[in-house]
């Protein structure tokens, strides 16, 4: 079992940058595949960024691909999403999970096993 905590979420201006913490613990955080995804209001949950088990590879929706980077600090049992350049479309509620997916699935919310609670991000002037 895995439990899984995000932080760092805010009210930021356009332009703006912010990073989204994603605490693991109570499992083998290394073995995991640890993904962030969204939701806006009255919108379907989204794919935004994922990360494989040995941080080698990366993959981003095409929305965000350029300004969000994902990374993860095993020591730390950690997984980070650095948003740069915010804009008002970004405004979501967003969630971290944990799963083992094969990458063609990467962006599946059914390959997650595990979810944090999620972290609002507003982004407005």
């Known amino acids: 079992q895995v439990q899984l905590q995000e932080s760092g979420g805010g009210l930021e201006q356009p332009g703006a940058s912010l990073r989204l913490s994603c605490s693991a613990s109570g499992g083998e955080f290394r073995t995991y595949t640890m993904t962030w995804f969204r939701q806006a209001p009255g919108k379907e949950r989204e794919f935004v960024a994922a990360i494989r088990s040995t941080g080698g590879t990366t993959i981003y929706a095409e929305a965000v691909k350029g300004r969000f980077t994902i990374s993860r600090d095993s020591a730390k049992n950690t997984v980070y999403l650095q948003m740069n350049s915010l804009k008002p479309e970004d405004t979501a509620e967003y969630y971290c999970?944990?799963?083992?997916?094969?990458?063609?699935?990467?962006?599946?919310?059914?390959?997650?096993?595990?979810w944090g609670q999620g972290t609002q991000v507003t982004v407005s002037s």
């Open positions: 999970a944990a799963g083992k997916p094969i990458l063609s699935a990467i962006r599946m919310e059914s390959m997650y096993y595990y």
